[in-house]
């Protein structure tokens, strides 16, 4: 189940407006995630990874509790797949995906695409969805669009010092 396209475009018109409007790189990225959890109804969890040498890093998230996974090897997990090619990975039952490091009892399907800066992989947005194959091409072009957008402020805006963001 995808939003409509009114959805999606009225989403980056607001995440447009926030890059616009604010100066400091953390807090664009934070309130991307707080858009993205907010405006479309089909994200339960929202978050972004950060690449830290070889792992993934949990930075702002948004949903109905955290996730233990606040610290991912590049290349474990669908997260860490995603990381190590690059590419958007969709699992329509994450059940079904034994790459799936299991996080909350309700997720049923999750999209994990890669923010590239200049060619590399600097962080990804990682959704879950308590409904099954929530995700769909729509989604796909929607949060790769995101990315792009966020690109530069996931590179300069976080340094974690290793730590997962607490909100």
Same mark, same amino acid.
Do not use: K, N
């Given at each position: 189940?995808? @939003?409509?396209?009114?959805?999606?475009?009225?989403?980056?018109?607001?995440?447009?407006?926030?890059? @616009?409007?604010?100066?400091?790189?953390? /807090?664009?990225?934070?309130?991307?995630?707080? =858009?993205?959890?907010?405006?479309?109804?089909?994200?339960?969890? !929202?978050?972004?990874?950060?690449? /830290? /040498?070889?792992?993934?890093?949990?930075?702002?998230?948004?949903?109905?509790?955290?996730?233990?996974? =606040?610290?991912?090897?590049?290349?474990?997990?669908?997260?860490?797949?995603?990381?190590?090619?690059?590419?958007? /990975?969709?699992?329509?039952? !994450?059940?079904?995906? +034994?790459?799936?490091?299991?996080?909350?009892?309700?997720?049923?399907? #999750?999209?994990? =695409?890669?923010?590239?800066?200049?060619?590399? =992989?600097?962080?990804?947005?990682?959704?879950?969805?308590?409904? +099954? @194959?929530?995700?769909?091409?729509?989604?796909?072009?929607?949060? #790769?669009?995101?990315? @792009?957008?966020?690109? #530069?402020?996931?590179?300069?805006?976080?340094?974690?010092?290793?730590?997962?963001?607490?909100?």
């Amino acid at each position: 189940m995808t @939003a409509t396209a009114d959805t999606y475009r009225a989403a980056l018109d607001e995440i447009d407006a926030i890059i @616009a409007g604010e100066t400091e790189a953390d /807090e664009i990225v934070r309130r991307a995630v707080d =858009v993205l959890h907010d405006r479309i109804d089909h994200y339960s969890w !929202v978050g972004i990874y950060f690449v /830290e /040498e070889s792992d993934l890093v949990l930075g702002p998230w948004r949903g109905p509790e955290a996730t233990e996974h =606040v610290r991912i090897p590049i290349g474990q997990g669908v997260c860490g797949a995603a990381a190590r090619s690059g590419v958007t /990975e969709l699992v329509d039952d !994450v059940h079904a995906d +034994p790459r799936y490091l299991a996080c909350f009892a309700s997720t049923r399907s #999750e999209i994990v =695409v890669p923010v590239h800066y200049r060619e590399m =992989v600097v962080a990804e947005i990682d959704i879950d969805s308590d409904q +099954p @194959a929530a995700f769909g091409d729509a989604d796909r072009a929607f949060l #790769e669009r995101v990315a @792009a957008l966020i690109a #530069e402020d996931c590179l300069v805006g976080w340094d974690t010092g290793g730590e997962a963001w607490e909100p």
